[in-house]
């Protein structure tokens, strides 16, 4: 009988550090603006560094629940009252769409701040690995771009299956082929 190891990222000695402060950011792509929350996360395998980028969590993994509007006051200095009222209407209205969606993000990051959420290291190595499949599974542009809906005459989705390559590389220099194969069965499941 065939016993399988299951592998997960902490059993081949995968850990990641947050650096700095969450950022409350807002992505655009012309018609969308997509407010979250990034991290400056640094992957490591021990002592070594494997890679390190910036992870982004919708707004909808922070709870605003149960915070004073006086406690998100130190997080953001200068801003107190705006921060304090968009709190208020976010905690009666979770899913309010408000018009300075920066300031919405920043909010956000201050609730993180204050709550001390940071990313988990199970989700990290998921995007990361996912984010890698170009490059370990050698897939050129077009048939990734058609992997994912991606108009092959985009220059931006160029840029982007670029940068999930460059992770797939990074990954390669600091994993065996044989963790990264483990990682992304895991990932998959």
Sequence with gaps: METTT???PESIGLSIEVEGQPQGKVDRDGKNEWPHVAF?????????????QEYRMGTGHFDPKGISKYSISK?????????EDILDIWQRKPFAKFVDQEFFARVVAA????????????DFVHSVIMDGRPYFEHLCFEEWADEYGYDTDS?????????CC??????AR???????????????E
């Excluded at 400056?40 to 390190?52: E, F, Q, R, S």
């Excluded at 460059?166 to 990954?171: A, C, N, P, T």
């Design 40 to 52: 400056m996360v640094v992957l490591k395998k021990g002592d070594k560094t494997i890679l390190k």
């Design 174 to 188: 600091g994993l065996t082929k044989a963790e990264i194969d483990a990682l992304a069965e895991w990932a998959s």
């Design 155 to 163: 220059i931006k989705a160029n840029k982007i299956y670029e940068q």
């Design 75 to 83: 997080y953001m200095p200068g801003n107190h009252n705006k921060a």
């Design 166 to 171: 460059d992770i797939g590389r990074q990954l």
């Design 111 to 122: 609730v993180a701040q204050h709550k001390k959420i940071m990313p988990k290291l199970n």
């Design 6 to 8: 299951h592998i997960t």
